[in-house]
């Protein structure tokens, strides 16, 4: 097993979402271990990105975005789907990276339907946790850029911003 570490959580995560893609995220569930390799993920750069969650201010919602790298952000969208982020950055830098797609899964919501991520995954570390890890996978031949899916409300520059990254 080669568990990713809490060095290259607490990056920048301009630097983390695209390091993310060929990467395994691991699920250990009813006495089996999972894997899937992450194809698609967004990133999310803190207050002055208005389309994050922490351009709003430090709230309960968003406490968890501000510790450091490394630990989960799950959040309920429109009262039916968890979106399951994962911190970057160092504490009291609010950052974050949606996972989007992984190789036999498309749609944020259908990752945490299918892997079972709900609201008790809030704030657990993909460093010692024992259900949820990611480990070392394959290295993309190629990572594509776009802008981020669904953010409309932001306002330019953050809708044009190309901080989607998939392979």
Known sequence: MNRIYE??????????????LGKKLCVYSVGKK????????????????????ASKG??????VMYKKGGVIYVYLIYG????????????????????????????????TNKLNIEKSFNGESLISSQRIWLED??????????PRIGI?????PWTSKAWRYFI
């Open 7 to 20: 060095s290259f959580y607490t990056r920048d995560v301009l630097e983390v979402a695209p390091d993310l």
């Open 34 to 53: 999972e894997s899937f390799i992450i194809s698609e993920v967004e990133a999310y750069r803190g207050v002055e990105d208005s389309a994050c969650h």
């Open 58 to 63: 430090r709230t309960p919602r968003t406490e």
């Open 80 to 111: 039916v789907h968890w979106m399951f982020n994962i911190v970057t950055a160092e504490l009291d830098v609010p950052q974050a990276v949606l996972i989007r797609g992984l190789r036999s899964i498309n749609g944020p919501g259908r990752i």
């Open 137 to 146: 996978g394959e290295k993309p031949d190629e990572i594509f850029t776009s």
């Open 152 to 156: 409309d409300y932001a306002g330019e």
